[in-house]
C-alpha cells in the first residue's frame, strides 16, 4: 500500500520540525514538504500532489481559515488543522470545520511530554483517517442552511423517548445538520462527539444558535428533558444516562478510556440499554474507528431503535460500519433523512413521517 502523502503547513519552525518528525516516524505516512505561510504553501501543493495537508489556523501574511476556504474552491483535499487550546483558537478551529476540514488536533500546552504522546498518537490516526475522507467544501466557506424542522408528535402511550448520538470524525457537521433540524417539542437528546477540552462548550453554544431545541455542555445531574439537547464535555470524562425520579439525567466519570477515548458513544449507549431500554433511539453517525459499535447492539438487544449513517454521506465509514457489522443498526440511513428517521422511531407511528412529506 503506498503511503499517505502530507505538507506540514506551520509558521513555527519548531512546530513544523515537531509535525515532521512525528509524521515521519510513521511507516504508513511521508511527509513531502513543509512550509511556513499559506503563500508558499499553495506552489508547493501544486507541485508535490500531498494527499493530506496538516494548517495552522493562526498564522500571518493570511490567517489558516481564508486559506483554507480558498484552498478547498481550488483544490478540494483532505485538511486537518492544528489549533490552540484558546478560546479563539477553538472558535476558529470550530469555523474551519464549517468550511471543510477533516479533523483537527490541539497543540500541547500545559503537560507538554504527556500532551506530546497524546498528539503524535492522535495527528497519525487522524492524518491517516482523513487520507481516506470524502472532502465536502462548503460554497463560499458557509455552512449550509439548516434542513426544515420535522414535526414531532408524543408516542400514543404518552411516554416520551430519549435520543442517544454518537460521532467521531466528521461528526461535528453531521450533528449540526441532524440537531438544527429538530423541532421544540423533541425528545431529549445525548450526544457523545470525540473533541477535546475547551472545545465542547463552544461547539454547543453554535448548536444552540441554530437550532430550535436548547443545545448545552452536560453538567453532572443535569436532566433529560423535551427540547434539550446535552453535548457530553470534552473534559476527560464519560457521560452515563442515569435514572433521576421519574425521568432520567446523565452524570460524568472519570472512569478509564474505552475505545481509546472519553467520553466513549459506547459507555454512553451501554448505559441507555441498561437504565433506558426499549425508550432510547440510538444513532451512530460519520467517525473512524468502532467506538459505540458494540453499545448500539446492546441498546438493540434490549429493544431500542437504532440508525447507523451510510457509507455515501460519511466522511469517515468508520463507527457506522463497525455498528452495521455487528449487527447494531436495525436501519442505514442517509445523513439528511436521520432527524425525520429518529424522530418517527421516538413516535412509535407513523406521524412524523407524514408530517415531512
Not at 503563500?39 to 500531498?50: D, E, G, H, S, V
Not at 463552544?202 to 448545552?216: M, T
Not at 433506558?276 to 453517525?285: E, F, K, N, S
Request: aromatic share 2%.
Amino acid at each position: 500500500m503506498s503511503r499517505v502523502r502530507v505538507l506540514v503547513v506551520d509558521d513555527s519552525a519548531l512546530m513544523r520540525k515537531l509535525l515532521t518528525e512525528i509524521l515521519g516516524s510513521d511507516e504508513g505516512i511521508e511527509v513531502v514538504g513543509a512550509a511556513p505561510d499559506p503563500l508558499k504553501a499553495w506552489p508547493m501543493i501544486q507541485t508535490l500532489r500531498p494527499d493530506v495537508l496538516t494548517l495552522d489556523v493562526e498564522m500571518p501574511k493570511m490567517d489558516g481559515l481564508s486559506f483554507l476556504e480558498k484552498l478547498l474552491r481550488a483544490h478540494p483535499m483532505p485538511v486537518v488543522m492544528v489549533s490552540s487550546t484558546t478560546v479563539k483558537g477553538a472558535d476558529n478551529t470550530l469555523r474551519a470545520l464549517e468550511i471543510g476540514a477533516i479533523d483537527f488536533v490541539t497543540k500541547p500546552t500545559i503537560d507538554v511530554e504527556r500532551g506530546l504522546q497524546r498528539l503524535a498518537r492522535e495527528l497519525v490516526a487522524k492524518v491517516k483517517a482523513a487520507s481516506r475522507a470524502r472532502v465536502r467544501p462548503r460554497p463560499g466557506g458557509a455552512p449550509p442552511p439548516p434542513p426544515r424542522s420535522t414535526p414531532y408528535v408524543a408516542s400514543s402511550s404518552g411516554a416520551q423517548k430519549m435520543i442517544a448520538i454518537g460521532a467521531s470524525t466528521g461528526g461535528t457537521e453531521a450533528l449540526r445538520e441532524v440537531i438544527c433540524a429538530l423541532p421544540s417539542s423533541s425528545p431529549g437528546v445525548v450526544v457523545v462527539q470525540h473533541m477535546p477540552e475547551g472545545f465542547t462548550a463552544q461547539f454547543a453554544a453554535r448548536l444552540d444558535k441554530c437550532s430550535s431545541v436548547r443545545v448545552k455542555e452536560a453538567e453532572d445531574g443535569d436532566l433529560i428533558l423535551p427540547g434539550r439537547v446535552l453535548i457530553a464535555p470534552g473534559s476527560n470524562r464519560h457521560m452515563e444516562v442515569m435514572r433521576s425520579g421519574v425521568g432520567f439525567g446523565v452524570r460524568l466519570l472519570s472512569s478509564a478510556p474505552v475505545k481509546h477515548h472519553r467520553p466513549s458513544v459506547s459507555v454512553l449507549f451501554h448505559s441507555c440499554a441498561r437504565v433506558v431500554g426499549p425508550g432510547v433511539v440510538g444513532v451512530i453517525l460519520t467517525g473512524m474507528g468502532d467506538d459505540g459499535a458494540d453499545g448500539l447492539l446492546a441498546m438493540r438487544m434490549r429493544g431500542a431503535r437504532t440508525i447507523a449513517q451510510d457509507e455515501a454521506t460519511c466522511v469517515v465509514f468508520g463507527m457506522p460500519k463497525a455498528a452495521i457489522a455487528q449487527g447494531g443498526a436495525e436501519v442505514v440511513m442517509p445523513l439528511e433523512r436521520i432527524a425525520g428517521g429518529m424522530l418517527t422511531m421516538a413516535t412509535g407511528s407513523q406521524a412524523a413521517a407524514s408530517a415531512r412529506s
